[in-house]
C-alpha cells in the first residue's frame, strides 16, 4: 500500500516561499514510470496541477507557475519537496501530493497546461491547508 503525507507551514506569508513536502512509503518515487505531482485546490475552484517530478528526476510546471516553483526530491529520504515563491494570497488552498503512472509512449499526450488527468492518479496524500497571509 502506497501513502502519500504532506508536510509544511499551514500559514506563509505573501511574497515569501511555501515550501511543502511528501513523504512517500509503501513504494519508491524512482519506480519506473511513476511522476509524482503536486496540485492544489483554492477554496471554492477545482484543482490545479502545479508540476510534477518524475521517477528519473525531471520535473515539468504549470505554465502559469513556472517561473515561480520549483519540485525537487530527497530519493535517501523518498521525498519530494515543493517551493512555490512569492506567493499570494490566490496561492491559499489545500495542497495535494499524488502519484500517477504515465507509459513513455503516452508521456506526449499529456497536457501541458493541465498536466495529467486527474483521474489518472491512483494514490493520493490527504492534503494540507496553506494559508497565504500577513
Known amino acids: 500500500q502506497v501513502r502519500l503525507q504532506e508536510s509544511g507551514p499551514g500559514l506563509v506569508k505573501p511574497s515569501q516561499t511555501l515550501s511543502l513536502t511528501c513523504t512517500v512509503s509503501?513504494?519508491?518515487?524512482?519506480?519506473?514510470?511513476?511522476?509524482w505531482s503536486w496540485i492544489r485546490q483554492a477554496p471554492g475552484k477545482g484543482l490545479e496541477w502545479i508540476g510534477y517530478?518524475?521517477?528519473?528526476?525531471?520535473?515539468a510546471y504549470r505554465p502559469s507557475l513556472k517561473s515561480r516553483t520549483s519540485i525537487s526530491r530527497d530519493t535517501s529520504q523518498n521525498q519530494f519537496t515543493l517551493q512555490l515563491r512569492s506567493v499570494t494570497p490566490e496561492g491559499t488552498g489545500v495542497y495535494y501530493c499524488?502519484?500517477?503512472?504515465?507509459?513513455?509512449?503516452?508521456?506526449?499526450?499529456?497536457?501541458?497546461?493541465?498536466?495529467?488527468?486527474?483521474?489518472?492518479?491512483?494514490?493520493w496524500g490527504r492534503g494540507t491547508q496553506v494559508t497565504v497571509s500577513s
Open positions: 517530478i518524475s521517477y528519473s528526476g525531471s520535473t
Open positions: 509503501g513504494g519508491s518515487i524512482t519506480t519506473n514510470y511513476y511522476y
Open positions: 499524488a502519484r500517477v503512472l504515465i507509459a513513455p509512449a503516452r508521456l506526449s499526450l499529456v497536457s501541458d497546461d493541465r498536466g495529467p488527468e486527474i483521474y489518472e492518479y491512483d494514490y
